[in-house]
């Protein structure tokens, strides 16, 4: 197999993000630094020595240090190692999301995510999808024909994708449910799913959300909030929704400037993490943070690019689903944060504050990158939804090479 150079636009998309992502923490997290270093201090001051105005900053710079590493070796890592060894990542991945869910490290009052390790958190979660997008693509390269069938098809990539959502789905954490029901399905689309069976799946999801909505409270509050926000839920369950509106529409056009947000003061909950984007619209304003949403339009467009032209099923469905993971996780929270869809807790990729979604994220665009080295210039759609024709021969030389 011959390889060729990186997608240098895909690279230079995320560097991007991720440096503004840490110019926009420095800005938005001077207040919950202050409030993490010095709770007890009655009017603190940056001035003081016992209060680090940049220990969001600190902790994201190391992160990113060792995400940008991540990045690096999974860039060159061959992804015959992610086929070989995707059975392993599905098991301990689910392994970890039943230790969460039985005992992990309560973080909140509503959901248990991390597990505590040499006084850092880790959140199985982040990874799970990843874990996800190597097993579907490994599953789904072997069913073959197979995936357009009801018994052999369509009931196994239910059990496979509900064995991992499920834990995902009780912490609770919906938010990561939908990323992951999303990423599977886009997968499974473009394998060779019939459209009745996904019609069919839709359906179940439409009643397993009835069914959630109506009996957990927690979930029935936010949704409520987002279908009926008046007076008498602003100081409750409407109240992040409320906050992040007033960031982005106090923003204008051009923004009041980088440090002079009002919102991210203790009125906007999770400013550096969830609502990073509503906090930066406040800071910047909507003709700057436009370019956001066209940097993620980018990373959607380069990675299906990539997807189109990949050397064998395996890259072409893992290239898919890492693409769709951080396209469907990105604009999901900027819906959120911009009142479109209920609060879900997502963290916007490549930009929020949080170690497990930052290093998750850049490892698989790392194995993104990878795989462009990989790409075939001169096949465009070969492997393509119901294409199937001389895969097997093409994937027999694929595997020599």
Same mark, same amino acid.
């Given at each position: 197999?011959?390889?060729?150079?990186?997608d240098?636009?895909?690279?230079?998309?995320?560097?991007?993000?991720?440096?503004?992502g840490?110019?926009?923490?420095?800005?938005?997290?001077?207040?919950k !630094?202050?409030?993490?270093?010095?709770?007890d201090?009655?009017? @603190?001051?940056?001035?003081?020595?016992?209060?680090?105005? &940049?220990?969001?900053f600190?902790?994201?710079?190391?992160?990113?240090?060792?995400?940008?590493?991540?990045?690096?070796?999974?860039?060159?890592? !061959?992804?015959?190692?992610?086929?070989?060894?995707?059975?392993?990542?599905?098991?301990?991945?689910?392994?970890?999301?039943?230790?969460?869910?039985?005992?992990?490290? %309560?973080?909140?009052?509503?959901?248990?995510?991390?597990?505590?390790l040499?006084?850092?958190?880790?959140q199985? !979660?982040?990874?799970?999808?990843?874990?996800? *997008?190597? &097993?579907?693509?490994?599953?789904?390269e072997?069913?073959?024909?197979?995936?357009?069938?009801?018994?052999f098809?369509?009931?196994p990539?239910?059990?496979v994708?509900?064995?991992?959502?499920?834990?995902?789905?009780?912490q @609770?954490?919906?938010?990561?449910?939908?990323?992951?029901?999303?990423?599977a399905?886009?997968?499974?689309?473009?394998?060779?799913?019939?459209?009745?069976h996904?019609?069919?799946g839709?359906?179940?999801?439409?009643?397993?959300?009835?069914?959630?909505?109506?009996?957990? !409270?927690?979930?029935?509050?936010?949704?409520?909030?987002?279908?009926n926000?008046?007076?008498?839920c602003?100081?409750?369950?409407?109240?992040?929704?409320? %906050?992040a509106?007033?960031?982005v529409?106090?923003?204008?056009?051009?923004?009041?400037?980088?440090?002079?947000?009002v919102?991210?003061? &203790?009125?906007l909950?999770?400013?550096?993490?969830?609502?990073?984007?509503?906090?930066?619209?406040e800071?910047?304003?909507f003709?700057?943070?436009i370019?956001?949403?066209?940097? &993620?339009?980018?990373?959607?467009?380069?990675?299906?690019?990539?997807?189109?032209h990949?050397?064998?099923?395996?890259?072409?469905?893992?290239?898919?689903?890492?693409?769709?993971?951080?396209?469907?996780?990105a604009?999901?929270?900027?819906?959120?944060?911009i009142?479109?869809i209920?609060v879900?807790?997502l963290?916007?990729?490549?930009?929020?504050?949080?170690?497990?979604?930052?290093?998750?994220?850049?490892?698989?665009?790392?194995?993104? *990158?990878?795989?462009s080295?990989?790409?075939?210039?001169?096949?465009?759609?070969?492997?393509?939804?119901?294409n199937?024709?001389?895969?097997?021969?093409?994937?027999s030389?694929y595997?020599?090479?």
């Amino acid at each position: 197999m011959r390889k060729l150079q990186a997608d240098n636009i895909l690279l230079l998309t995320v560097l991007a993000l991720l440096v503004f992502g840490l110019v926009m923490i420095t800005s938005i997290g001077v207040p919950k !630094s202050i409030q993490l270093t010095a709770p007890d201090i009655l009017y @603190p001051n940056c001035s003081d020595s016992a209060v680090d105005c &940049y220990y969001l900053f600190k902790n994201h710079l190391v992160r990113l240090l060792i995400g940008l590493i991540a990045l690096l070796i999974a860039s060159k890592i !061959s992804h015959r190692f992610w086929r070989k060894t995707a059975v392993f990542w599905y098991g301990a991945t689910v392994v970890l999301l039943l230790v969460v869910l039985f005992a992990g490290s %309560q973080f909140t009052t509503f959901a248990k995510s991390w597990i505590v390790l040499f006084n850092t958190s880790l959140q199985p !979660s982040e990874f799970a999808k990843l874990a996800l *997008i190597f &097993y579907l693509a490994h599953w789904l390269e072997r069913k073959n024909q197979d995936i357009g069938t009801f018994q052999f098809g369509f009931v196994p990539f239910c059990i496979v994708t509900g064995i991992l959502a499920l834990p995902i789905l009780l912490q @609770p954490d919906l938010g990561s449910t939908l990323v992951v029901g999303g990423t599977a399905v886009a997968m499974y689309f473009v394998a060779g799913a019939k459209f009745r069976h996904l019609a069919l799946g839709a359906f179940i999801a439409f009643v397993a959300a009835l069914l959630i909505i109506g009996n957990v !409270s927690r979930v029935n509050d936010r949704f409520q909030a987002f279908m009926n926000q008046d007076e008498n839920c602003r100081e409750d369950y409407c109240w992040q929704t409320e %906050q992040a509106n007033i960031a982005v529409g106090t923003g204008g056009f051009w923004g009041k400037g980088l440090t002079q947000g009002v919102q991210k003061s &203790y009125w906007l909950p999770q400013a550096s993490d969830d609502f990073i984007f509503a906090a930066s619209a406040e800071e910047l304003g909507f003709i700057r943070i436009i370019f956001v949403l066209i940097a &993620y339009g980018v990373i959607g467009w380069r990675g299906f690019m990539i997807a189109i032209h990949a050397p064998d099923k395996f890259t072409m469905l893992t290239a898919t689903g890492i693409t769709s993971w951080i396209t469907l996780q990105a604009f999901m929270n900027i819906a959120i944060n911009i009142g479109l869809i209920p609060v879900t807790g997502l963290t916007l990729p490549f930009v929020s504050y949080g170690g497990s979604s930052l290093v998750a994220t850049l490892i698989g665009a790392g194995v993104l *990158i990878h795989i462009s080295k990989y790409a075939k210039a001169n096949a465009p759609g070969t492997y393509r939804r119901g294409n199937r024709r001389s895969y097997s021969s093409q994937y027999s030389s694929y595997s020599r090479a």
